[in-house]
């Protein structure tokens, strides 16, 4: 954001109170939420007998969900994703130009994102798309006061003229951006197009000049060929769609920024790997990382992962089923061969993993889930007190399964140790091994609270230790 005055760094600190919201994650989450709310609402007798229908009904649980993410902070940013028209959003878009009513000019702001694309043959711009996706738009109720252009190329300034004539959006709020090298460049596009000054004058906001020094170093970074290049194995069964652990190659990214390494991502398939041949598979990483993911393929390859990075000294980060599938392995080294977690073997005379009594109660409705921010207490001395410099954190979770407490004993006996828990003591969140270079495992996902010029502690700390550098991996980084 922009605004006359002193200028002020881009940490993301100095972005705490502004909050993002996606409202199609994986827009059939969401809808289900919003659908769950206006049956129980229903079947509470809050609609007085009327017939449940999409709009007022739906629409206002939409509306209902905005606001609750919305409260404690100045910006509220929600995003639609998809395309203008798409069925799936159209009762989304009727939300916001509700809320849009209910919060007055002043207080919302629509951004469009259109394309403009490019033809060969005749080698020009074409803003035709841009302006019929523009017109349906104002078609569902919606006048957008923002537009922000992309296209393969760059576009001549003719395109903003026309943009502005027949789309009703004042040319100084539409911004150009062509394709960048590096996707962290677009805030630096965006700024430099004046968006961000628009923003600040359009919704009345009190807000200082970003100096923007560190993300352009992240940018420099990210279009910069390194000079040395890690190669990080995933062991990995989703291997059709990279997007699916984007949010972990993201956090290696900007680890590897900070500690100015190149991260190169080996793709280790799960099904088919075991600890004979772990060796010739693995030949080469420098790190292993173990994602989370649901369902039974591919789990005995991700314990074989762990222990394999046992056995070798190999920097581990596991990451939700990463713990899991770590303490099933250290389990095992104990003797306890049958050990195992329930989701692969529910017959196993050693569940390392399980769903807690108070959960089964529970199953088939969607509650045996542990969804969100939850506490964690990280023991004196940890690696993991030491990486995050602080003895409490709170981290996001998305998983069912639980470390059954009946085995801590057998995982200390196997060197682990049981660094980070739940204020009561009754929940395990991080585990490492003591005498390990570096081996670390969270039940949470800190890969959702890392950032580009911020990286999380767990990932800042594996990166390091996977470039050979102990005085980094040792050094707390410090409060986030």
């Known amino acids: 954001m922009t605004h006359d005055g002193a200028e002020t760094d881009l940490d993301l600190g100095h972005y705490e109170r502004f909050l993002d919201l996606e409202l199609n994650q994986s827009s059939s989450l969401m809808s289900g939420r919003v659908l769950g709310k ?38 509220h940013i929600v995003e639609i994703g998809g395309t203008v028209g798409d069925y799936e959003s159209l ?43 523009t017109r349906e738009l104002r078609g569902l109720g919606i006048v957008p006061d923002v537009l922000i252009a992309r296209s393969e190329r760059p576009a001549p300034i003719s395109a903003k003229r026309k943009l502005a004539m027949f789309s009703g959006v004042e040319e100084r709020a539409i911004a150009l951006l062509p394709n960048a090298d590096s996707v962290y460049e677009v805030p630096l596009t965006l700024e430099a197009a004046g968006i961000g000054q628009y923003l600040v004058e359009r919704l009345n906001l009190k807000a200082t000049r970003p100096a923007l020094r560190s993300w352009r170093y992240v940018a420099e970074r990210a279009t910069k060929r390194p000079q040395r290049l890690l190669n990080i194995g995933v062991v990995a069964k989703y291997l059709d769609n990279e997007d699916t652990y984007m949010s972990v190659f993201e956090a290696l990214s900007a680890a590897g920024f900070k500690h100015d390494v190149g991260v190169q991502i080996k793709w280790i398939e799960a099904e088919g790997l075991t600890l004979s041949n772990a060796s010739s598979r693995l ?95 990280l023991a004196p001395g940890s690696l993991a007190r030491r990486l995050y410099g602080r003895a409490k954190i709170a981290e996001r979770h998305r998983h069912r399964y639980e470390v059954n407490n ?75």
């Open 38 to 75: 206006v049956i129980d609402g229903e079947r509470a007798g809050r609609f007085l007998g009327q017939t449940v229908q999409i709009i007022p009904h739906v629409t206002n649980a939409i509306i209902e969900e905005i606001k609750q993410a919305a409260e404690g902070f100045d910006v």
């Open 91 to 133: 009762s989304f878009v009727e939300a916001i130009r509700e809320l849009g009513q209910q919060a007055g000019p002043d207080n919302c702001l629509y951004v469009h994102l259109v394309y403009l694309p490019y033809l060969g043959a005749s080698k020009e711009i074409k803003t035709k798309p841009a302006q019929n996706a």
């Open 406 to 480: 009946a085995y801590r004993s057998v995982l200390e006996s196997a060197g682990m140790r049981l660094s980070g828990l739940s204020p009561d003591g009754q929940l395990v969140e991080i585990i490492e091994h003591k005498s390990h270079p570096f081996f670390i495992a969270s039940q949470f996902h800190p890969e959702f609270k890392s950032r580009p010029n911020r990286p999380h502690p767990l990932f800042d700390g594996f990166i390091a230790a996977a470039a050979g550098k102990p005085a980094a991996v040792a050094k707390a980084t410090g409060k986030r």
């Open 283 to 377: 030949k080469g990483v420098d790190g292993l990382v173990v994602p989370g993911g649901f369902g039974k393929r591919g789990l005995e390859g991700k314990i074989a992962a762990a222990a394999y990075a046992l056995k070798t000294g190999l920097p581990y980060l596991g990451l939700c089923l990463g713990l899991q599938m770590a303490a099933v392995a250290a389990a095992r080294s104990q003797g306890l061969s049958k050990a195992n977690t329930v989701e692969l073997d529910p017959k196993t005379p050693d569940p390392i993993i399980h769903i807690m009594p108070d959960q089964k109660r529970l199953w088939g409705t969607g509650g045996t889930m542990r969804l969100g921010n939850y506490e964690a207490v």
